[in-house]
């Protein structure tokens, strides 16, 4: 009996049992039977016990006992042995198992057996299983195979090859030689394997690259036989002849003529010609008519080539099968970096797919119209991608929203677009956004000034629907602390006017802290946004009071911290109440105390007690009265304004160390410099008020000529990420012989950090003439090492 | 690079799973477990193609799959394959083993699970696509069939003698052979060739 009937009756039985345990049970006999076959040793039987034990072990039971018989069966001079030992031996060994080593001997004994199928049964198990000193061992008696006179024993000796060179890559010269002659092979098995081969010797060294590139010619030819030979029934699949073959010369050709101009060259007219006449009805003709697609987009191609490439994609696009549609959909993202312009054409079609039932497809479609974006459908785009987060599958929902948020932040029209479509994403999918949207969300909330009183109002609607999005939550709650004055006067000419009092205002506080879908970040947001109310509203504040002592009791560290903090600022410290929950001044995006955050507001909350921009000697006082209040609190007594004049915006962000704050008070004395002395006319510079981005240069004129100077006007260039702000002078007529000086303050803001040059232009007259003059000044002091700055006339 | 071939039934059961990486016992026993999660999911009318599950490698391996009645034909593969290409192989495999097991079913692949693999042999070796060309590949079993036939021995004279009656060219042929407890089904054969 041939080993199939005795593991059918096996099979048959385990097929039988009813229930998992029945089986397991059954299972175990087997095994067991099969242990004691193993143990009987050479009794004919043993090939329909290694049987056996493979099926048990395709059903996922353990099956390690098994590897010393495969071993053992290899070694035997029977056929039917041998096939069955070699199965077990690709099924149950790999290299890690010290088995395997024992059966490199019987594989070197059996290439060189006399029957093919021996030799192709050895050739089989080492590509599939051989382990890197196995392929050492063997490496030359694949080679001489590879010269064998049989077509059967030539093909799979070249596909071992290939697994040799994967696995040991420094033996791949010694495959060189044979892989070229192998190409003037017929057969057609061969031929593939040989191509593979060479693709396998191209793609691991450059060098074997350009030897290869000589056979490009040969592989047009063979191709050129495919494409026009006339039906041979053997290769031929829905009318194209050997498709596969064909798809694998392309790709090669592919990789010899990527960056090679005369390699590329000799491939035109053939990839013209099989563009032109393949038929893409079924899928082989699709198959061929794609690689072509892509080995054109990726040699150095004629124009018209390209073209007529893109537009092959574009048929696919429209295509019924959505396989096809899949696939052109994938290789236009490898093409969109390189050719935008052309893959925008099909735009319409590929936000069409965003609709597409195949989840795969609106993948594909997804990641295509996110490169697609640009400034100029960034409108329309942001529309569809917008509808389709609403009824996306969850697996690309947290894709989609990042894709949404860049997209936004790098091509948003306004600034109230930009908000709106933030707010849409949160509404929409809030609980699969980034962490880091909330920071973003607010700092560019605090920029755009002119639309707070919107921007709360939007926000509070947002709320009082639904505050189950924690991000959504946290950011309303944030608006409404800071911006709750416009919330409650109730006018904003963008929306419909709605009165919303205190009681609302602060009923919907309540809520979110009192819900349990509230996480402790969102409470915390919520309590300091009651605490900022209490300065912006006027009738509630014992009810804000109330709430605030009753989280000084709450189980949770964080908020009962911030409760007790904010009553003792309504007990002890109230008259410093105002100043410091005034608000928050515009958050620079670079600076440390914005980017450090993540989404528990612990950052900002530091932020709002965080000692106010402190202005020179300004501070003693207040300082040293609440230094002992827990380190947090450092207020002023004076009010900062939202409006950014450069002197007071980066202290407050900038350090964290209250002791840094303090050390940085007293104004180093700075020098000044002189810029430009010409006639009499002489130009210092002084550099104070310096912070990580601005600068307040002033700049002092003075004359000792014998006459007056009038006339004199100052005009200064900065580089084009600068901001400059020139202050009124004090006066345009210098005094003679240095009895007067003319002093003109420059505000300097460089956000990127760039570095500064100025350019002043001097303008005047004196005795009657007229001159002007331009220097340049080309590095400004740094903050506390006052170096000089470096002064190049023009 | 072809990382695994697999067949399952649609509940889920392995019919037939060769991995040309090397994965624990376990491991395998999951990726098979995955693949019959994810593709099992697919609508009817979608595209064959999806991308890979965590175990297998993620997004950059795709699964490509056809599903045949009973059975889905599932490769896994890593980028340097040409996916239409490889459901063109899908193809090749099936009407191979229709030709091997003349109108091959399910039950076919269940009770011949070492003839599928010796087919699969022929046509992809390592990870890589050995032989494409169905004729071939069937002549090239067949000798082999006959080698293994040709040792069984004394024990193979059962056997020996069922095909020698299949052989044989009778105007009448008998629907079933029962000897013993093998039961063969007799295949149509026409009545002069």
């Known amino acids: 009996m041939t080993p199939s009937v005795r593991l059918q009756e096996m099979i048959r039985v385990i097929r039988s049992a009813r229930t998992q345990g029945e089986e397991r049970g059954i299972i175990q006999r087997e095994c067991a039977d099969?242990?004691?076959?193993?143990?009987?040793?050479?009794?004919?039987?043993?090939?329909?016990?290694?049987?056996?034990?493979?099926?048990?072990?395709?059903?996922?039971?353990?099956?390690?006992?098994?590897?010393?018989?495969?071993?053992?069966?290899?070694?035997?001079?029977?056929?039917?042995?041998?096939?069955?030992?070699?199965?077990?031996?690709?099924?149950?060994?790999?290299?890690?198992?010290?088995?395997?080593?024992?059966?490199?001997?019987?594989?070197?004994?059996?290439?060189?057996?006399?029957?093919?199928?021996?030799?192709?049964?050895?050739?089989?198990?080492?590509?599939?299983?051989?382990?890197?000193?196995?392929?050492?061992?063997?490496?030359?008696?694949?080679?001489?195979?590879?010269?064998?006179?049989?077509?059967?024993?030539?093909?799979?000796?070249?596909?071992?090859?290939?697994?040799?060179?994967?696995?040991?890559?420094?033996?791949?010269?010694?495959?060189?030689?044979?892989?070229?002659?192998?190409?003037?092979?017929?057969?057609?098995?061969?031929?593939?394997?040989?191509?593979?081969?060479?693709?396998?010797?191209?793609?691991?060294?450059?060098?074997?690259?350009?030897?290869?590139?000589?056979?490009?010619?040969?592989?047009?030819?063979?191709?050129?036989?495919?494409?026009?030979?006339?039906?041979?029934?053997?290769?031929?699949?829905?009318?194209?002849?050997?498709?596969?073959?064909?798809?694998?010369?392309?790709?090669?050709?592919?990789?010899?003529?990527?960056?090679?101009?005369?390699?590329?060259?000799?491939?035109?007219?053939?990839?013209?010609?099989?563009?032109?006449?393949?038929?893409?009805?079924?899928?082989?003709?699709?198959?061929?008519?794609?690689?072509?697609?892509?080995?054109?987009?990726?040699?150095?191609?004629?124009?018209?080539?390209?073209?007529?490439?893109?537009?092959?994609?574009?048929?696919?696009?429209?295509?019924?099968?959505?396989?096809?549609?899949?696939?052109?959909?994938?290789?236009?993202?490898?093409?969109?970096?390189?050719?935008?312009?052309?893959?925008?054409?099909?735009?319409?079609?590929?936000?069409?797919?965003?609709?597409?039932?195949?989840?795969?497809?609106?993948?594909?479609?997804?990641?295509?119209?996110?490169?697609?974006?640009?400034?100029?459908?960034?409108?329309?785009?942001?529309?569809?991608?917008?509808?389709?987060?609403?009824?996306?599958?969850?697996?690309?929902?947290?894709?989609?929203?990042?894709?949404?948020?860049?997209?936004?932040?790098?091509?948003?029209?306004?600034?109230?677009?930009?908000?709106?479509?933030?707010?849409?994403?949160?509404?929409?999918?809030?609980?699969?956004?980034?962490?880091?949207?909330?920071?973003?969300?607010?700092?560019?909330?605090?920029?755009?000034?002119?639309?707070?009183?919107?921007?709360?109002?939007?926000?509070?609607?947002?709320?009082?629907?639904?505050?189950?999005?924690?991000?959504?939550?946290?950011?309303?709650?944030w608006c409404i602390g800071e911006y709750g004055d416009l919330l409650l006067k109730g006018e904003c000419e963008e929306i419909e006017p709605v009165q919303v009092s205190e009681d609302d205002v602060l009923e919907a506080l309540e809520t979110v802290l009192q819900s349990h879908m509230s996480s402790p970040a969102t409470r915390g947001f919520a309590l300091t946004a009651t605490m900022k109310l209490s300065t912006r509203i006027t009738d509630n504040v014992d009810r804000i009071r109330s709430i605030v002592s009753i989280y000084g009791s709450c189980i949770d560290l964080e908020l009962q911290q911030r409760a007790v903090e904010y009553n003792a600022l309504f007990k002890k410290y109230d008259h410093m109440r105002a100043a410091v929950l005034e608000r928050m001044p515009v958050i620079d995006k670079n600076s440390p105390g914005h980017t450090n955050g993540d989404t528990s507001g612990e950052i900002k909350e530091p932020d709002t007690s965080k000692p106010k921009p402190v202005e020179a000697g300004l501070l003693s006082e207040p300082v040293s009265q609440v230094c002992d209040l827990l380190d947090l609190l450092g207020g002023t007594d004076t009010p900062l304004q939202p409006n950014p004049a450069p002197t007071s915006t980066s202290t407050a962000t900038s350090s964290a160390d209250l002791l840094d704050l303090l050390g940085g008070l007293e104004p180093t004395p700075v020098p000044s410099v002189t810029v430009y002395e010409k006639n009499g006319l002489s130009l210092k510079m002084q550099c104070d008020k310096q912070t990580e981005t601005d600068i307040t240069v002033t700049l002092i004129a003075s004359n000792s000529t014998q006459s007056d100077i009038t006339n004199f006007t100052l005009q200064a260039a900065v580089p084009k990420s600068v901001q400059l702000q020139m202050k009124a002078p004090s006066g345009n007529v210098i005094p003679a012989h240095g009895l007067g000086q003319v002093t003109q303050t420059i505000l300097l803001n460089n956000p990127n950090k760039v570095s500064l040059k100025m350019r002043v232009r001097v303008s005047y007259s004196n005795q009657g003439a007229v001159h002007q003059d331009t220097v340049q000044i080309d590095s400004f002091p740094s903050p506390a090492w006052n170096g000089q700055p470096s002064i190049s006339p023009l | 690079m072809i990382k695994a071939i697999l067949i399952f039934n649609n509940h889920g059961k392995p019919r037939l799973s060769k991995f040309y990486e090397h994965y624990t016992e376990d491991t395998e026993q999951q990726i098979i477990r995955e693949t019959f999660h994810l593709v099992s999911k697919r609508d009817e009318n979608v595209c064959n193609f999806l991308e890979g599950g965590l175990l297998i490698g993620g997004s950059e391996n795709k699964l490509i799959y056809r599903h045949y009645a009973t059975l889905y034909f599932v490769f896994c593969v890593d980028s340097s394959e040409s996916e239409l290409g490889i459901l063109d192989l899908i193809q090749v495999f099936v009407e191979t083993l229709d030709k091997c097991f003349e109108n091959v079913c399910e039950l076919d692949l269940i009770f011949h699970m070492d003839k599928v693999h010796n087919i699969l042999a022929e046509m992809v070796m390592g990870g890589m696509v050995l032989e494409t060309n169905m004729s071939e590949i069937i002549t090239q079993v067949e000798a082999q069939t006959k080698m293994e036939k040709s040792e069984a021995g004394i024990a193979g004279a059962p056997a020996r003698a069922v095909s020698a009656v299949k052989n044989m060219n009778l105007p009448e042929m008998p629907k079933n052979i029962n000897i013993g407890d093998i039961s063969i089904k007799v295949p149509n054969l026409p009545s002069f060739k």
């Open chain 1, 34 to 477: 099969i242990r004691a076959q193993f143990r009987q040793g050479d009794n004919g039987e043993r090939s329909h016990s290694l049987a056996k034990l493979l099926y048990v072990h395709m059903l996922g039971y353990p099956a390690h006992f098994g590897q010393m018989e495969c071993v053992r069966l290899i070694a035997s001079p029977r056929y039917n042995e041998k096939r069955m030992g070699y199965l077990g031996a690709m099924m149950l060994l790999d290299e890690k198992q010290d088995a395997s080593l024992l059966i490199t001997n019987s594989i070197k004994n059996d290439l060189s057996h006399s029957s093919q199928y021996v030799q192709s049964l050895a050739l089989c198990t080492l590509a599939c299983m051989g382990s890197a000193e196995m392929c050492r061992d063997l490496a030359s008696e694949i080679e001489r195979l590879l010269r064998a006179s049989n077509s059967y024993i030539k093909k799979k000796a070249t596909l071992c090859a290939v697994h040799i060179i994967r696995k040991v890559p420094e033996l791949a010269e010694l495959f060189i030689p044979s892989a070229r002659s192998l190409l003037s092979e017929k057969n057609h098995g061969v031929l593939h394997g040989a191509v593979v081969l060479i693709t396998e010797l191209c793609e691991r060294n450059p060098d074997t690259l350009d030897q290869f590139r000589k056979a490009v010619p040969e592989l047009v030819q063979i191709m050129k036989g495919l494409v026009t030979s006339s039906y041979s029934p053997e290769h031929n699949v829905a009318g194209i002849s050997d498709p596969f073959l064909q798809v694998r010369i392309l790709r090669l050709l592919r990789i010899l003529g990527h960056n090679n101009d005369t390699a590329s060259d000799a491939m035109n007219d053939l990839l013209a010609q099989v563009a032109t006449n393949t038929d893409s009805s079924k899928t082989a003709g699709s198959a061929v008519l794609y690689e072509t697609v892509l080995t054109i987009m990726d040699i150095n191609s004629e124009s018209g080539l390209r073209v007529l490439a893109v537009n092959i994609l574009g048929r696919f696009l429209l295509n019924n099968d959505r396989n096809i549609r899949y696939i052109s959909m994938t290789s236009l993202q490898k093409i969109v970096q390189t050719d935008h312009n052309a893959v925008q054409r099909h735009r319409g079609t590929i936000v069409d797919c965003l609709k597409d039932q195949d989840t795969s497809v609106k993948r594909r479609a997804l990641e295509l119209s996110l490169a697609l974006v640009s400034a100029v459908n960034i409108r329309s785009m942001m529309k569809e991608l917008l509808i389709f987060l609403s009824t996306c599958p969850l697996e690309l929902r947290s894709q989609t929203a990042s894709g949404i948020f860049n997209a936004a932040e790098r091509y948003s029209p306004s600034k109230r677009w930009h908000i709106d479509t933030i707010l849409h994403v949160l509404t929409t999918a809030g609980g699969d956004v980034r962490d880091e949207t909330v920071p973003n969300l607010i700092q560019l909330i605090s920029t755009a000034s002119e639309l707070h009183c919107y921007t709360v109002h939007k926000l509070y609607r947002a709320l009082v629907k639904d505050i189950s999005q924690q991000s959504l939550v946290q950011v309303a709650c």
